[in-house]
């Protein structure tokens, strides 16, 4: 069954901090990979997706992932952290990017001065 | 600039009425989903969609849930009757076959006293 794990429930960073949210997945084949942000009262806006190719994978707003086979993970990273950076994390997995996704719990991130 | 829509943003019900949220999937795209957002389960998909034709409703207590699209423009999610452990945040998305992303739109706050 296809699963996704983000450890971390909440993390703290200072602003222009580095940021690594961590994403492990359990999934039987070759999976499509996708980290979204929610923002308080908000949808979900797609920050970056893997399927093929190069591994690591660059989003919007700064954000990079790193796709490592070997270590069924899909971690998120940001070198510098801006204030406006403050939101719900979520890692998810499918088939394919038009089929239903599977998602982490979520972290929750916060950032201060 | 294209987005999902949902009505209502907030809906306060008491325990035993009737619940119709509405979603207007962006214009062209073949896939819906409805997934719900609770603290304790997290993201989980509650109907998926293709081409109009339900495909997976799998997560959702069918004693009490339906889900439809009277046409390409338009998904109902309907709880009848209400309880309260419905409360949750249900929000639909949007995809179209080779585009590799899901788009959300803003949510139902969906509160059942």
């Known amino acids: 069954a296809q699963s996704v794990t983000q450890p971390d429930i909440h993390i703290t960073v200072s602003e222009g901090a580095s940021l690594e949210l961590r994403c492990n997945y359990s999934?039987?084949?070759?999976?499509?990979l996708f980290w979204y942000v929610q923002s308080p009262g908000q949808g979900l806006q797609l920050l970056l997706k893997?399927?093929?190719?190069?591994?690591l994978v660059q989003g919007i707003k700064g954000f990079e992932a790193e796709f490592k086979r070997s270590q069924s993970s899909f971690n998120l990273r940001k070198p510098s952290v801006h204030w406006s950076d403050a939101a719900e994390y979520f890692c998810?997995?499918?088939?394919?990017?038009?089929?239903?996704?599977?998602f982490g719990k979520g972290t929750r991130l916060s950032v201060i001065a | 600039d294209a987005r999902v829509t949902q009505t209502p943003r907030h809906k306060v019900t008491e325990m035993g009425q009737e619940v119709t949220m509405r979603c207007q999937p962006i214009?062209?795209?073949?896939?819906v989903f409805w997934y719900r957002q609770t603290m304790m389960q997290g993201l989980e998909l509650l109907a998926y969609?293709?081409?109009?034709?339900?495909?997976?409703d799998s997560g959702m207590p069918k004693d009490r849930f339906s889900a439809e699209m009277p046409d390409a423009t338009l998904a109902t999610l309907k709880i009848q009757p209400s309880e309260p452990r419905d409360s949750a945040v249900y929000f639909c998305?949007?995809?179209?076959?080779?585009?590799?992303?899901?788009?959300f739109g803003p949510g139902t706050r969906l509160t059942v006293t």
């Open positions: 969609f293709r081409n109009r034709a339900p495909l997976d």
């Open positions: 999934y039987g084949a070759t999976p499509y």
């Open positions: 998810a997995v499918g088939p394919s990017g038009n089929t239903p996704l599977v």
């Open positions: 998305a949007s995809g179209l076959d080779g585009r590799y992303e899901q788009y």
């Open positions: 214009l062209g795209h073949n896939t």
């Open positions: 893997y399927f093929s190719g190069d591994t």
